[in-house]
T-cell receptor, first 114, second 117 residues
């Protein structure tokens, strides 16, 4: 069965540190890739997405992600985090011909300390 | 542009009671999804509608859960009777369609947090 794996369940880091969250999926075909973020008390928001083309995609709030097809990975990065980046981050995948069905990873809780 | 609306935001019920959740998708979005998110896990798809037809309900516990989208816009998800393990956040999402690319980008509502005692 296809799956989405997020490497860390919890990450704690200081402001201005760099952030990288890992995401791997197990599917050999074409995929659409997403990162969603859920700030405390708020709903899931789209951070960035990849469909095709340049494998380095930029999203909102200074986030970017790189699709590496050979590694089945779509890691999320931010060079310098802020306290306001404290949130839960979800990687999600849509498989081709799956009628748009999103499969989510378990999420990574990120806490940024002042 | 208005986002996905859901109500209620919170619900506390006792086991064996029934409960219903309502969702209004983004205007013009043909596809509507209901997800269950248990604490510490990613959302899991329960049911997907394309207009007023069901596309996928393979993960819906049909002995107690039901959903409808009669006019192809609003949708209702019902649980009857509820069990303790149904305590979760129920998320509604919508997308333009399922034809690939941008059409498949899903936008989420605020969710309904259900606690079954």
């Amino acid at each position: 069965a296809q799956s989405v794996s997020q490497h860390n369940h919890h990450v704690i880091l200081s402001e201005a540190a760099s952030l990288e969250l890992g995401c791997n999926y197990s599917y050999g075909g074409t995929v659409n890739l997403f990162w969603y973020v859920q700030y405390p008390g708020q709903h899931l928001q789209l951070l960035l997405k990849y469909f095709s083309g340049d494998p380095l995609v930029k999203g909102i709030k200074g986030f970017e992600a790189e699709f590496i097809k050979s590694k089945f990975s779509f890691n999320l990065r931010k060079p310098s985090v802020q306290w306001s980046d404290t949130a839960e981050y979800f990687c999600a995948v849509i498989l081709t011909d799956s009628w748009g069905k999103l499969q989510f990873g378990a999420g990574t809780q990120v806490v940024v300390t002042p | 542009e208005a986002g996905v609306a859901q109500s209620p935001r919170y619900k506390i019920i006792e086991k064996r009671q029934s409960v219903a959740f309502w969702c209004n998708p983004i205007s013009g979005h043909a596809t509507l999804y209901w997800y269950q998110q248990i604490l510490g896990q990613g959302p899991k798809l329960l049911i997907q509608f394309q207009n007023n037809g069901v596309v996928d309900d393979s993960q819906l516990p049909k002995d107690r859960f039901s959903a409808e989208r009669l006019k192809g816009v609003d949708s209702t998800l019902k649980i009857q009777p509820a069990k303790l393990e149904d305590s979760a956040v129920y998320l509604c999402a919508s997308s333009l369609g399922t034809s690939g690319g941008e059409q498949e980008t899903q936008y989420f509502g605020p969710g309904t947090r259900l606690l079954v005692l």
